[in-house]
């Protein structure tokens, strides 16, 4: 299969760059995932995961050139 993706730039960078960085995405959600399955049970402080959650998008944002301020 292939396929064949156009942007007209500048107008469509930010849908390019999504594009480009779709797989970090991907693999942030299942950084996530794994972590608050590993590491947080039913009992744990929901902040706590909250933060983890924020820590692990805020580093894939930041690989992708996305402001994460």
């Known amino acids: 299969m292939k396929a064949t993706l156009e942007f007209n730039y500048p107008e469509d960078?930010?849908?390019l760059r999504y594009a480009v960085h779709g797989e970090k995405a991907?693999?942030?959600l299942w950084d996530v995932k794994r972590y608050i399955?590993?590491?947080f049970t039913?009992?744990?402080d929901a902040m706590d995961v909250?933060?983890?959650v924020?820590?692990?998008t805020d580093m894939a944002l930041s690989e992708c050139g996305e402001d994460v301020r």
């Open 42 to 44: 039913h009992d744990s």
């Open 50 to 52: 909250i933060r983890k």
């Open 54 to 56: 924020r820590e692990i």
């Open 37 to 39: 399955r590993d590491n």
């Open 13 to 15: 960078e930010a849908a």
């Open 26 to 28: 991907v693999k942030a």
